[in-house]
């Protein structure tokens, strides 16, 4: 099967822990869905909980953006499980194109970007994960260095129980532990998914931007206005691409229809969490290691918004490269049915194809840049508060 080939087998691994493959039997996704809303969804409520307990404000702040993040990664788990449908045909329709435009050339442009899909996959996994690593370290400081007490006993966030935190006090720091892996996956997983879908869709259009220098061969350069259609080899290869390109602006829309709503929430997410845990950083300069701990994580969110920012962009700029191709081909050596249809063709490829957040807002590196000063500006404003 074509995604147990080396290009799509960490993606297909990830999903598969989160139970969102969508290949797996109900049965085992439904199971892995329960026991991570358990895990989850517990967390949670502890942390909300412990908010309560809060009066002062920094270690409020602390406390809130975790939660923020935890929220978003329960977002993108929710999108997953309520688009299954859809996840389902994207993937198919990956087979599928890979069937159909099985030529020497395209399956090798295919697997070119495939192996983009992997890379990017590979960095931001690994990111993240290093991230957590950091992250995860400033509670076991004691535990490794033996110093451990009842009085020195930190966990990961500010979280309440209602039972002897003490007694159990290695119980909930694992439990802390599980979930924030568990959270991190699921962002890996959905976010990589969200790549090879995009890098899928930048394969297409590049196959397409082909097809359309290929419209008129140099054998063809004779001009006869009105051919006969079984002769038009120019009208036919324009049709060609047409068509192609309809396909690949569906596979667009239905990546844009499932993940926009995402896109909008995390957007919302990075802007908060990012301008809190940078003031939770500054209040920690005289704590090496908690200001170590707030800096991954904001690091980590931050490379979570370039991540989808940069494949965005990539869509659009490589959407473009077809109206480029077309404003390049010498139209005029063509019959007058390829030029009605050049026309047509031309009109609909000169508004780039886009991934927007809620439809409210594109997605792009301009948006990236907007939404990173937006955060230093809460930023500023929070820690003028304090």
């Known amino acids: 099967m074509l995604f147990d080939e080396r290009n799509y087998r960490i993606n297909k691994v990830l999903l598969s822990w989160i139970g969102q493959w969508p290949y797996q039997t109900s049965r085992r996704n439904s199971a892995i869905i329960l026991i991570i809303v358990f895990l989850a969804g517990t967390q949670i409520v502890a942390k909300i909980c412990g908010l309560f307990s809060i009066k002062d404000m920094d270690v409020f702040i602390d406390s809130l953006s975790p939660l923020v993040a935890d929220l978003g990664c329960g977002i993108k788990f929710l999108t997953c499980v309520l688009k299954t449908t859809q996840i389902k045909a994207l993937f198919n329709q990956i087979r599928d ?11 090798n442009i295919f697997d070119s970007y495939a192996r983009k899909g ?16 950091l992250f995860m370290l400033v509670p076991l400081q004691p535990l490794l260095l033996g110093s451990s007490n009842d009085t020195t006993r930190p966990l990961l966030h500010e979280v309440n129980y209602y039972i002897d935190m003490d007694k159990y006090y290695l119980p909930i720091l694992l439990h802390g532990y599980i979930t924030a892996a568990i959270c991190v996956t699921i962002a890996v997983a959905t976010d990589t ?47 060609k691409s047409i068509h192609a390109h309809k396909r690949a602006l569906r596979f667009a829309n239905l990546v844009e229809a499932v993940f926009n709503p995402m896109l909008l929430v995390m957007a919302a997410c990075n802007v908060l969490v990012v301008s809190m845990t940078g003031v939770t950083a500054m209040t920690n300069l005289d704590k090496p290691s908690e200001f170590l701990r707030q800096m991954a994580f904001s690091c980590a969110l931050l490379m979570h918004l370039f991540f989808e920012s940069f494949q965005a962009q990539q869509l659009i700029d490589h959407s473009i490269h077809i109206h480029t191709s077309l404003i390049n081909m010498t139209w005029y050596r063509t019959s007058f049915k390829t030029r009605k249809i050049f026309i047509f063709m031309l009109m609909r490829t000169r508004e780039p194809c886009v991934l927007t957040a809620g439809k409210m807002f594109v997605i792009s590196m301009d948006t990236f840049s907007t939404i990173a000063r937006m955060s230093m500006s809460y930023f500023t404003m929070l820690r003028s508060m304090q």
């Open 118 to 133: 992997r890379k990017f996959t590979i960095i931001y996994g690994g990111f993240l994960y290093f991230a957590l690593i």
């Open 193 to 239: 998914m969200f790549v090879i879908m995009v890098q899928h869709v930048c394969g297409l259009f590049t196959i397409i931007g082909q097809q359309v220098d290929n419209i008129i061969k140099e054998e063809n350069l004779m001009i006869d206005i009105n051919p006969p259609v079984e002769n038009d080899e120019p009208y036919k290869n324009i049709i």
């Open 97 to 107: 194109d890979r069937q159909t435009l099985s030529t020497c050339e395209n399956i």
